[in-house]
T-cell receptor
Framework: GNSVTQMEGPVTLSEEAFLTINCTYT??????LFWYVQYPGEGLQLLLK?????DKGSNKGFEATYRKETTSFHLEKGSVQVSDSAVYFC?????????????FGAGTRLFVKA | NAGVTQTPKFRVLKTGQSMTLLCAQD?????MYWYRQDPGMGLRLIHY???????AKGEVPDGYNVSRLKKQNFLLGLESAAPSQTSVYFC????????????FGPGTRLTVT
């Protein structure tokens, strides 16, 4: 079945450091891929998405590229800020298996120190 | 637009008590979902609905019931609460589009003692 695997946290970085959070997936077809972010005490919100191979999603300085050959969707940011401290979830949804049922990774907690 | 709202924000129940969590969305979305979030386990789908009057089981449906009598509302019921149901509950909705991105409510923190 479909699945999402993301790197375990927590990830602790200093302000202005480079961020990578790895995400790989297993799917039978051509899923859409997402990164959601959850700030403390809040619900998840969509950070970025990509709907087909080689697409790059970007938002708020974060980027992720849909790599079908490596089944990956790694999240990157060139210079993190304290305000980026949150939990990040990689996710996929696929029409073939009832696309509205999104599969979420376990989440990666990011701490950014000033 | 309020987006997705959840009521209540916090609740403490004793074992065996019942309660209903209310989710409302004002985006005219077809799909609605209930998840629970537990430490180290990500999000797990409890029940979902693909339209008014229809519901289906997700990954962890036992001990919960749901109803979708109106398109904008999705209710989650606990008939006899157990300590294992202590969790944070999130409601979400999505439109009938190819990418199915979901919009989440702020969550309900439930403690069962």
């Amino acid at each position: 079945g479909n699945s999402v695997t993301q790197m375990e946290g927590p990830v602790t970085l200093s302000e202005e450091a480079f961020l990578t959070i790895n995400c790989t997936y297993t799917a039978t077809g051509y899923p859409s891929l997402f990164w959601y972010v959850q700030y403390p005490g809040e619900g998840l919100q969509l950070l970025l998405k990509a709907t087909k191979a080689d697409d790059k999603g970007s938002n708020k300085g974060f980027e992720a590229t849909y790599r079908k050959e490596t089944t990956s969707f790694h999240l990157e940011k060139g210079s993190v800020q304290v305000s980026d401290s949150a939990v990040y979830f990689c996710a996929l949804s696929e029409d073939k298996t009832g696309g509205f049922k999104t599969i979420f990774g376990a989440g990666t907690r990011l701490f950014v120190k000033a | 637009n309020a987006g997705v709202t959840q009521t209540p924000k916090f609740r403490v129940l004793k074992t065996g008590q019942s309660m209903t969590l209310l989710c409302a969305q004002d985006m005219n979305h077809e799909y609605m979902y209930w998840y629970r979030q537990d430490p180290g386990m990500g999000l797990r789908l409890i029940h979902y609905s693909v339209g008014e009057g229809t519901t289906a089981k997700g990954e962890v449906p036992d001990g919960y019931n749901v109803s979708r009598l109106k398109k904008q509302n999705f209710l989650l019921g606990l008939e006899s609460a157990a300590p294992s149901q202590t969790s944070v509950y999130f409601c979400a909705s999505s439109a009938l589009t190819a990418s199915y991105e979901q919009y989440f409510g702020p969550g309900t923190r439930l403690t069962v003692t």
